[in-house]
Nanobody, 122 residues
Framework: QVQLVESGGGLVQTGGSLRLSCAAS??????MAWFRQVPGKERNFVAA???????YYVDSVKGRFTISRDNAKNTVYLRMNSLKPEDTAVYYC??????????????????WGQGTQVTVSS
């Protein structure tokens, strides 16, 4: 059975940093990614790491967020620096078999984590 377990969310001040982790069990995936969602709005793509295609980021986090993977641990990380209040959201880990091209739509992902809250205070 596949499970994605996230950790690392919390409360941080503007300009601060957090690192999210997502450990996958049950199988390996070509692509692992992070999405985020605020109440009342759709879940949006943030970043992805594909063994086939590399990394990809939404424009609003480029230069501030870094996605990485540890193959031995089957874990994906999201290092978030220079956090802004608009980064406040529930962050979800996702996994997909598709590797080329990097999937950026919710429907392209096969498995999801439970979500972890990130709150950035001004």
């Amino acid at each position: 059975q596949v499970q994605l377990v996230e950790s690392g969310g919390g409360l941080v001040q503007t300009g601060g940093s957090l690192r999210l982790s997502c450990a996958a069990s049950g199988r390996a995936f070509s692509t692992m990614a992070w999405f985020r969602q605020v109440p009342g709005k759709e879940r949006n793509f943030v970043a992805a790491f594909s063994w086939n295609s590399g990394t990809y980021y939404v424009d609003s986090v480029k230069g501030r967020f870094t996605i990485s993977r540890d193959n031995a641990k089957n874990t994906v990380y999201l290092r978030m620096n220079s956090l802004k209040p608009e980064d406040t959201a529930v962050y979800y880990c996702a996994a997909a078999q598709q590797g080329i091209p990097i999937p950026t739509m919710m429907g392209q992902y096969d498995y999801w984590g439970q979500g972890t809250q990130v709150t950035v205070s001004s």
